[in-house]
């Protein structure tokens, strides 16, 4: 998700519905450069750059990579890990989170698959962070983390460690 912009909240997802309380689960992706241009979103709640969540919606993110501003709206941000953002506002102390580097990023391109990606460039903390065949609870529902195939329907060679984000490379 790059390059999205929102009037309220969730520049790349708006997860929240007309109650505000919708629930949404991310896990194996890139955001970069996502804005909410009205920060302030539902009753005075920052709308987030690249996650909206409404004033009690909730959102479960692992293995991601957050370039610019995440969420920042009323509702709950469960953070369970492996993401690797700008700052510590992104994430939430979780494990293998990192809270730097996240900019390291190639431009959006055709890398081969169905649609644009964003390569990690050498010295992202994102390549190869997340342990072999880990898997995380995200909304009371067992993920495992290393893809066998990445965005572009490329494989994950490695059987001992994968990327956060949509890209599988080891740049």
């Known amino acids: 998700f790059s390059g999205n912009t929102a009037e309220a909240h969730g520049g790349a997802i708006d997860s929240s519905d007309a109650g505000g309380k919708g629930t949404l689960s991310v896990s194996t992706s890139t955001f970069s450069d996502n804005r909410a241009n009205n920060i302030y979103g539902v009753h005075g709640a920052p709308g987030g750059g690249a996650i909206g969540t409404g004033s009690h919606g909730t959102v479960w993110v692992a293995a991601d990579i957050f370039n610019g501003t995440c969420h920042r709206a009323g509702g709950t941000w469960n953070d369970e890990g492996y993401n690797v953002g700008n700052n510590a506002t992104c994430l939430r102390g979780a494990r293998g989170d990192v809270d730097f580097g996240a900019s390291r990023l190639g431009p959006l391109a055709y890398h081969g698959g169905p649609s644009e990606t964003m390569l990690p460039l050498k010295g992202n903390p994102a390549i190869g962070i997340i342990p072999y065949k880990t898997t995380v609870m995200l909304d009371r529902r067992s993920v495992k983390l290393c893809p066998t195939a990445d965005q572009r329907g490329a494989r994950n060679g490695s059987r001992r460690h994968c ?9």
């Open 163 to 171: 990327n956060a984000g949509a890209v599988q490379s080891s740049a």
